[in-house]
């Protein structure tokens, strides 16, 4: 299957991938990923349970490190640099199935995520933000993280990644586990983040609502991107509408 033609940028990207291969022992995941994501935009990675897309953003956040290939940031090569001084940089990852700390409150996971030093410097700022997204995180504050409802700590994961004050935010699965209702609520959510300024790298298995939102869709498949276009043109995608939306 052919890829289209690549974006012409005119201005540097701030997220560039070039050439990662990455691999688990001797078997490989990743093969050749290249792409750039540009400032404001929401580029969205679809493809199937075991296409590599979560391997993809921990590899992107320094979770693991690929066999070849590198990745810049803001024009810088990040690919060997240490995950925490990622996140620092303002690249944020929010993992899939949230990953709260269920003995801690609502707050204090949402301060968790701001610990760097500019981050703690805009706590107030970005914790004011956070509960205008979602307002019933604010009434929630108190509460012990493990005892929300599964949108609700969905709520918090995302919250807690806007904490760290990203200029890429990764999400991975937001969508996962979620009922439809929740659904419609995250990707509204999603969308207006990135209005508000937030650039969006998204991994979703949910690829009508994703790719509808979004500027930028990518297909992984077996570890290789195989059709890189806008989001909605990708809808309109014969194999894309009969491999993963039974059209």
Do not use: C
């Amino acid at each position: 299957m052919k890829m289209s033609s690549r974006r012409i940028w005119e201005t540097r990207p701030l997220l560039s991938v070039k050439g990662i291969h990455v691999y688990y022992g001797k078997i490989q995941v990743l093969s050749d990923i290249r792409f750039q994501v540009g400032e404001r935009e929401i580029l969205t990675v679809v493809g199937s349970n075991g296409s590599g897309k979560s391997t993809l953003l921990k590899t992107i956040s320094g979770l693991m490190k690929p066999e070849s290939g590198t990745i810049e940031f803001l024009g810088e090569d990040v690919t060997r640099v240490p995950d925490y001084e990622i996140v620092n940089r303002g690249l944020v990852r929010v993992p899939e199935g949230r990953k709260l700390f269920p003995t801690m409150t609502v707050l204090e996971n949402l301060e968790m995520g701001s610990l760097n030093p500019l981050a703690k410097r805009k706590r107030k700022e970005s914790m004011d933000m956070v509960f205008g997204l979602f307002p019933i995180l604010r009434n929630r504050a108190r509460q012990l993280a493990g005892t929300l409802s599964g949108g609700e700590q969905q709520m918090a994961a995302i919250g807690r990644g806007l904490m760290a004050v990203p200029k890429v935010l990764m999400l991975d699965e937001p969508s996962l586990g979620l009922a439809p209702l929740i659904v419609l609520q995250v990707f509204e959510t999603i969308k207006r983040i990135n209005e508000l300024g937030t650039t969006i790298l998204l991994v979703e298995q949910n690829v009508f609502q994703s790719l509808l939102i979004s500027t930028t869709g990518l297909v992984l498949e077996n570890g290789k991107i195989t059709m890189e276009k806008g989001g909605k043109e990708l809808l309109e995608d014969d194999h894309v509408r009969k491999a993963y939306l039974g059209t």
